[in-house]
């Protein structure tokens, strides 16, 4: 049987699972836009719960799932942290008022999950994430008739979503061109995988932070040590592209001094690093030609390990990756709502990246402004906080993003003391589009309905660059590349942000097309942005009344909205 504090491990050990291969889930998103964020929103999603379940010290597993779910529901971000969610939300209802759980439980409870993820789907799709918890299901309620050990149950259920991962390519045709399983589906996969450290084992995977802290306690200082430390010291200057390390296993026939190859490995690079005893040379440097070192380090004996890696390619990354984290935290920020009381009869919120396209919809009406967007999709409580501090009795949410809206609809749910109704608008320009055809007279269904057809009538054209290497809609793409999107779908792959808004934006148009708006985002200069207004305009003809706004959004050069 298992136990609350079992489960609670279990979680915590799942999330820290997927937080450490949350990169290689964002990966399997085929569309090579930079916005394939799934292991990342599963990651923050998982994390909420296990910064929930630290402070949880109940023994029995229905409140453990019920403080999990909790977590979960309010700290879901993107279309398969929400879907991860309701598979735990429905797994909490299947384990209510239990202390302890069988493997007859287990099954049960993920069934109710599974179950709740298929209803709040709109259109289920086979072959993501949904089919991985369906098979898993299945396969642990087999397991359970069989057998009611947890682990014997938990052990099917990861064996079936690992199963079913396989299959996701052949259910799902473009899964399959790219070579790639489903992202949402790996990344259950790795959380099954996690819990099941604990229930098997008793092992809690650390999280990446506890793993470095114990990785520097859990040894002795040692020779090795010094030496990495000693490298360490010259390691932030870049100077050279390539930090080359080796040992060389001493020839006893060789009488040079290993003094020697430091002073040869100064003349072709620095911060060089060489420890020597009776039987082996430890050697750093840094240099623009790691074979010439290792090619001396020969003379002294063979080469027992060798490691080269590119630093400037390192530090790339690193800058990325913290740009990455100051956008996130900056996003947090934004996002914390004062609450207000409902004093007002109709309010509006949006989801909207860049201080430009915020300033827009606030003055359309919008009294509070999600900041999110493509990337760093804004969780249910961000939602639900900007819900609570905007002052009125009936609030219509607009995501402006397929991948928020099932958020949206999550934190409609909660809001207890007002009316909470999403406006399923999917971009940016569908959301302005929503936003200018409101009729205050109008009421509820009503409202949405003539709302929704105004967006409807809108046509989305983006402007961004791949971020990877990949080959998608009969296009071979070069990552850094310049993509055009015409309602989400890729059109063309160009060299220059301008010309591509120019081209992209001349077919979205025909001879109905009177409004067009231009909204160029942050690493488009004023000067570019007049160049590629005055372009379209000669393009499309003096009858189109063009509108350039500064949206100042991240990631997409351009979005253009044409009616």
Not at 172 to 193: M, N, R, S, T, Y
Request: hydrophobic share 40%.
């Amino acid at each position: 049987m298992i136990n609350g504090t079992c489960l609670r491990n279990a979680i915590i050990s799942g999330a820290n699972n997927i937080a450490k291969h949350k990169t290689s889930v964002d990966e399997l998103n085929i569309f090579p836009v930079p916005d394939g964020d799934t292991g990342t929103n599963m990651s923050m999603t998982m994390s909420s719960a296990a910064a929930a379940l630290e402070k949880n010290e109940s023994d029995a597993v229905g409140q453990v799932a019920s403080a999990c779910a909790s977590a979960l529901l309010r700290g879901a971000r993107g279309n398969s942290g929400v879907i991860l969610s309701l598979l735990f939300r429905g797994f909490a209802q299947g384990l209510k008022e239990l202390d302890v759980m069988d493997g007859s439980h287990i099954a049960t409870a993920l069934g109710i999950g599974v179950e709740a993820a298929y209803k709040a789907v709109m259109k289920p799709t086979e072959g993501t994430i949904l089919t991985v918890a369906r098979v898993a299901y299945e396969e642990g309620r087999a397991a359970a008739e069989e057998n009611k050990d947890p682990v014997f149950v938990w052990t099917a259920i990861c064996q079936g979503a690992t199963d079913a991962l396989r299959t996701t390519p052949e259910l799902l045709p473009v899964l399959k061109k790219a070579g790639v399983v489903d992202a949402g589906g790996k990344g259950l996969c790795l959380i099954f995988e996690g819990m099941m450290s604990v229930f098997k084992d008793g092992y809690i995977i650390p999280n990446e932070e506890e793993a470095a802290a114990s990785g520097a306690v859990s040894k002795p200082v040692s020779s090795d040590d010094f030496f990495r430390n000693a490298a360490a010291e010259f390691d932030q200057d870049i100077t050279f592209t390539y930090c080359t390390e080796f040992i060389v296993g001493r020839n006893p026939e060789v009488t040079a001094s290993p003094l020697e190859l430091r002073a040869y490995l100064e003349t072709i690079g620095d911060c060089v690093v060489v420890v020597d005893d009776d039987e082996i040379i430890k050697t750093h440097v840094h240099t623009e030609n790691p074979g010439q070192a290792l090619q001396e380090a020969l003379k002294f004996g063979q080469l027992l390990t060798v490691k080269v890696e590119n630093m400037k390619e390192q530090h790339r990354i690193a800058a990325e990756q913290n740009e990455q984290a100051k956008a996130k935290a900056a996003m947090e920020t934004a996002n914390q709502f004062e609450p207000a009381e409902p004093t007002e009869e109709i309010g509006f919120v949006s989801v909207a990246a860049g201080d430009g396209l915020q300033a827009l919809f606030q003055d359309l009406g919008c009294s509070t402004v999600v900041s999110g967007g493509q990337t760093m999709n804004p969780s249910t409580q961000n939602i639900l906080a900007a819900v609570m501090a905007t002052p009125a009795k009936k609030v219509y949410v607009l995501p402006n993003n397929k991948n928020i809206i099932l958020a949206a609809e999550q934190a409609a749910e909660l809001a207890k003391d007002r009316t909470v109704v999403v406006v399923p608008t999917r971009t940016i320009p569908q959301g302005i589009a929503a936003m200018l055809a409101f009729d205050p007279d109008l009421d509820g269904e009503d409202a949405v309905e003539q709302m929704m057809q105004a967006a409807g009538k809108v046509t989305t054209g983006q402007v961004t660059f791949a971020a990877r290497d990949s080959e998608y809609g009969g296009f071979k793409i070069k990552e850094g590349e310049i993509l055009t999107l015409k309602n989400g779908k890729l059109t063309s792959v160009e060299k220059d942000p301008v010309k591509a808004a120019v081209k992209l934006t001349k077919s979205l148009c025909d001879h109905h097309t009177a409004f067009l708006t231009l909204i160029y985002g942050q690493d488009i200069t004023e000067e570019q942005a007049s160049e590629a207004k005055d372009a379209i305009q000669r393009k499309v003809g003096s009858h189109v009344d063009i509108t350039l706004v500064r949206g100042g959004q991240p990631i997409y050069y351009f979005i253009i909205s044409v009616e």
